[in-house]
Antibody, heavy 119, light 110 residues
């Protein structure tokens, strides 16, 4: 059974850096074809894809946020970490991590973690 | 900044058929497969349809997907109260080199 869980601060100040951790079980990020992605959803708004990291350490970022995002994996700990710099109130959202694999879809999602950006 | 356009809302009475459209372009829907996600109120999204028209195990067969050119559709036949949710289409975009979601459609069961 595949599960994912996001963790991190619930409140960050403007200009600070957000660090979110996705801890997963039921699969290995060293398995060919497997990836983990991050998606966010501002309150009452649509889903927005942020980043992927694949089993071979290939990384993809949303073009609009690329300069602010970094994604890394720790295969031994079954964790994926996303950092987002220079946080702004418009970044207030629920942040989800999700398991990405055949058939090129987010098959399993974490429960999400709400992050508020406010001074 | 969604590049896939969906109607904001759709509704129907129990038992009716509801269809949701998703309009994209040649760089996303036109050249890649479409997935659909269902988000029940207060919960995380769930994969509903993959590869344009395939249902993951456990998804009722009243949900069906289709794709034609740069557009896709999700149909819910025999609408039930538990289908009240937000629905998002999604696809890889070759120009953006990233994954894109639709604007989302809220389905209401009257």
């Amino acid at each position: 059974q595949i599960t994912l869980k996001e963790s991190g601060p619930t409140l960050v100040k403007p200009t600070q850096t957000l660090t979110l951790t996705c801890t997963f079980s039921g699969f290995s990020l060293s398995t060919s074809g497997v990836g983990v992605g991050w998606i966010r959803q501002p309150p009452g708004k649509a889903l927005e894809w942020l980043a992927f990291i694949y089993w071979d350490d290939d990384k993809r970022y949303s073009p609009s946020l690329k300069t602010r995002l970094t994604i890394i994996k720790d295969t031994s700990k079954n964790q994926v970490v996303l950092t987002m710099t220079n946080m702004d109130p418009v970044d207030t959202a629920t942040y989800y991590c999700a398991y990405y694999s055949y058939p090129n879809a987010f098959n399993i999602w974490g429960q999400g973690t709400m992050v508020t950006v406010s001074s | 900044q969604s590049v896939l356009t969906q109607p904001p809302s759709a509704s129907g009475t129990p038992g009716q058929r509801v269809t949701i459209s998703c309009s994209g372009s040649s760089s996303n829907i036109g050249s890649n497969t479409v997935n659909w996600y269902q988000q029940l109120p207060g919960t995380a999204p769930k994969l509903l349809i993959h590869s344009n028209n395939q249902r993951p195990s456990g998804v009722p067969d009243r949900f069906s997907g289709s794709k034609s050119g740069t557009s896709a559709s999700l149909a819910i036949s025999g609408l039930q109260s538990e289908d009240e949710a937000d629905y998002y289409c999604a696809a890889w975009d070759d120009s953006l080199n990233g994954y894109v979601f639709g604007t989302g459609t809220k389905v209401t069961v009257l």
